[in-house]
């Protein structure tokens, strides 16, 4: 493989050459993409999209790279594993930017993302007005990360945990016999604090509330730890002899697990004991007294951080002109800021433009969307400058609202204009429309997928039978519109106060699918996932009927269905539990005295013990990182050979863990438990999926709609309200098609919807609209528009309108 290539002429070859790629399912793939273009890859879920532009063309870019690295630098470096391909020809550096959630903690915000931390802090550092007599700091001095900047009491957390007697005694009628102090820890641990207060001359025997309150402070929180000796009380069964015990106070016990434990069990069980406040220090600031002393443009670091974006341009461009001028400011201050905040402004600019403005700098990463965090990314790159290489984009406008998505192709233009070549995995078809070339795997998913339909410009897909993708495209108009449904009542929120809702008043009609929209940080989120879910929960809890018809919440969120490989499709809809019995229910497994345990990976019996259960192993390699490879004793299958020998309808457990969702739906057609699992994960477009497949692999939209699948599997005659926050997100057209199915279906049944969403084919099919905005942050927060979608099309206002329009218009053009 060469990564540059040249035509017999001697000029570069002006394509990215794939010969052969077979990852997952991929069938011997061959594929002329052009440079310099920006190249769209379109397919079904599951159709190999990704498989081609990510684990073949990146991880390939990836894989030359890391052999260009000296082997001493390789340990820092994440190894990519050699893709399956022939060749790649013409393929210049990649730049990956995925859909994923930072693995960062609380530390990375949206300012360490984006680097506009750095910026700021040095803005500070040496264009900041500092007190009289105060000595210049430097810029690592505005970092709450950093020695020289983090608040001393809290160590740049922002936030303290504290006790209180009453959550360490939540009975104060019990004595310490009896447990009276319920943050101690149980069993001989417990019991041997107590005696060694009893033998400190402590009433272990009172109720605690008639102890002295001197007694009372120094057993919860003295952070003595006197050593007596303890005689224990006789024991018929055994003669226990006198110790040395050491007192520890409950809340050195509690501080102690929670800040050092590896357990995550007992840190929950230390927390419960705790409560999180802003660090009186620094205010919640992160800072010492030092920095926050500093100010630009009358403001400190921290308060220019907690801004949104665009308020912070304000307040940056207005400082810059005085910044000068200002008493305690440094000699060529004005200059200096002036070059600073012009490179800040130009950050910032692009942040917003991808409709990112709402955010502040002191957002946690966390707290982020997949969506919010590729795009900061993306924002990030496009100041970088660099030239002449390949960017991979994984669904960029995930999250966006079409108002946003515009703004998007004007930065992927400007990425492809300064050189680069931009590859992007899509859904959205006006991103589509606008690529240059066109690449279309399909037909279909998993087995029925892996080929490539069409590669050139957009428009040839019109010739392609067949494809998916095309069938949107080009069709002349949607779908028909639904018969109008009445609402079965209503739930009423009143005086919603949340993020930027400010005394938001709100109706959401019941028996009826609802579609909340509004530009990225409107408060569509905020007003459903948090507002509206958690005052049905109370209203059903409290059982008064102030529900209404509704007897039941179900959320359908995006977070995985599992953080490790242990947990996969089958474990979490229970259809492996089916799997088991039928495995146990064998003559095979009769004769031999197998139990149900034995076929589960997760527990000594019948899985692979080199692996336990894994089916990989780490190997350790000297002067390099430890790789992965498939167990030499199992060949990733899991399981010790004594338990594949049980074999049923001709495959082992570890043969049916491998079978799609589809091809498991025949292989399981008489067993009612396992088909009714299986027809509800293919009718809501997951039949690619294998039953094994670990859940570290799924998207965060194929977890939502597992979830689904496991609620449609039940059946419920009592009202439920279902939320969802963009059910959508990932989904081709197609897949829009059958997921929307289901969720009509639930309303038909007599259940009511709520999703947030920006696709207008999904709003253009509601019953009812809520659009909020009508900006993001601070410029939303407030109902624009609430009615069917033609009278939310028609509000004067709403950024949402114009586009429904343009949806609907077609729609009654063609009389539906």
Aim: hydrophobic fraction near 40%.
């Amino acid at each position: 493989m060469h990564s540059v290539d040249v035509r017999p002429d001697g000029s570069p070859d002006p394509y990215v050459r794939v010969r052969g790629a077979r990852e997952h399912n991929l069938r011997g793939v061959d594929v002329d993409i052009p440079r310099g273009a920006l190249t769209v890859f379109t397919g079904v879920s599951g159709s190999g999209k990704s498989s081609l532009a990510f684990g073949t063309i990146y991880a390939e870019a990836q894989r030359r790279y890391f052999e260009s690295v000296a082997p001493y630098a390789r340990r820092l470096i994440h190894q990519v594993g050699a893709p399956k391909v022939g060749e790649i020809t013409g393929l210049p550096p990649a730049v990956s930017l995925e859909q994923r959630r930072s693995a960062a903690g609380s530390r990375s915000s949206v300012g360490t993302v984006t680097l506009l931390s750095n910026s700021l802090r040095m803005l500070f550092s040496r264009a900041g007005t500092y007190p009289a007599g105060a000595e210049r700091l430097d810029s690592d001095a505005f970092s709450p990360n950093t020695a020289a900047g983090a608040c001393p009491d809290c160590h740049g957390l922002g936030r303290i945990h504290r006790t209180s007697e009453e959550l360490l005694v939540p009975d104060p009628s019990l004595s310490i016999r009896d447990g009276a102090v319920a943050a101690w820890p149980g069993a001989w641990q417990g019991k041997n604090l107590r005696d060694v207060l009893d033998a400190l001359g402590y009433d272990v025997d009172r109720p605690w509330r008639e102890l002295d309150p001197k007694d009372r402070e120094w057993i919860l929180f003295t952070d003595e730890q006197p050593v007596v000796t303890v005689h224990p009380v006789r024991d018929a069964e055994r003669i226990q002899r006198p110790y040395q015990g050491t007192y520890m106070s409950a809340h050195r016990y509690v501080m102690r697990t929670f800040s050092d434990t590896k357990s995550h069990t007992l840190r929950a069980r230390a927390e419960k004991f705790l409560t999180s406040v802003a660090c009186p220090g620094c205010a919640g600031s992160r800072l010492r007294p030092e920095a926050l002393a500093v100010t630009f443009g009358g403001r400190t670091i921290a308060e220019l951080a907690a801004l949104p974006l665009t308020g912070l341009a304000r307040v940056l461009a207005e400082g810059a002109g005085g910044a000068g001028e200002a008493p305690g400011a440094a000699p060529g201050a004005g200059e200096t800021a002036r070059v600073l905040t012009g490179d800040l402004l130009g950050r910032i600019a692009t942040v917003t433009e991808l409709g990112l403005g709402y955010l502040s700098l002191d957002r946690t990463a966390p707290s982020l969307s997949a969506g919010e965090l590729q795009r900061l990314r993306l924002a990030t790159q496009l100041r970088s400058g660099l030239f002449g290489v390949v960017y991979v984009l994984d669904e960029p406008s995930a999250g966006l609202h079409p108002a946003d998505t515009e703004a998007l192709l004007g930065v992927l233009d400007r990425l492809k204009a300064a050189g680069n070549t931009v590859f992007v995995v899509e859904h959205h078809l006006d991103v589509v429309r606008h690529a240059d070339w066109l690449v279309d795997v399909g037909p279909r998913a998993g087995e029925h997928g892996g080929r490539v339909l069409h590669c050139g410009p957009p428009a040839g897909l019109a010739e392609v039978a067949g494809s998916a993708t095309g069938r949107f495209l080009f069709a002349d108009g949607p779908a028909p519109a639904r018969g109008v449904r009445r609402p079965a009542g209503r739930i009423a929120l009143s005086g919603v106060t949340r993020n930027n809702l400010r005394d938001l008043d709100v109706d959401f009609p019941l028996g009826v699918f609802t579609a909340v929209t509004g530009v990225s940080g409107s408060g569509k989120s905020t007003l459903v996932g948090r507002a509206l879910a958690e005052t049905v929960a109370e209203r059903l809890a409290a059982g008064d009927g102030t529900a209404g018809p509704v007897t039941r919440l179900v959320e359908v969120d995006q977070k995985p269905i599992g953080r490790t490989p242990r947990s996969n499709l089958a474990t979490y809809t229970g259809l492996f539990d089916v799997v088991r019995k039928i495995f146990t229910g064998t003559a095979e497994a009769k004769a031999r005295g197998y139990k149900t345990g034995r076929f589960s990976f997760n527990v000594p019996g019948g899985r692979c013990e080199t692996c336990q259960g894994e089916g990989f192993v780490s190997v350790e390699l000297l002067f390099l990182p430890s790789t992965y490879a498939p167990c030499p004793d199992c060949a990733g299958a899991r399981y010790n050979p004594e338990t594949l020998e049980v074999r049923h309808e001709g495959l082992n457990i570890a043969e049916v863990l491998e079978l799609t969702v589809e091809s498991a739906e025949g292989f399981f057609a008489g067993v009612p438990a396992a088909a009714r699992s299986l027809r509800a994960l293919r009718g809501i477009g997951l039949g690619y999926l294998r039953l094994g497949q670990p859940a570290t692999e799924l998207s965060g939209g194929e977890a939502q709609r597992i979830k689904l699948a496991a609620e449609l599997q039940r059946v419920r005659r009592d009202h439920t309200l279902y939320l969802l926050d963009e059910p959508t997100t990932g989904l081709h057209p197609a897949d829009v098609e059958v997921l929307l199915a289901q969720l009509h279906g639930l309303v038909d049944a007599g259940h009511s919807v709520v999703v947030v969403e920006h696709d207008m084919d999904v709003v253009a099919g509601a019953d009812w609209v809520i659009d909020l905005g009508p900006g993001g942050g601070e410029a939303g927060g407030r109902v624009v528009a609430a009615g069917p979608p033609a009278a939310v099309a028609g509000a004067a206002g709403s950024r949402t309108a114009p586009y429904l329009a343009r949806r609907l218009a077609p729609r009654a053009a063609s009389g539906g």
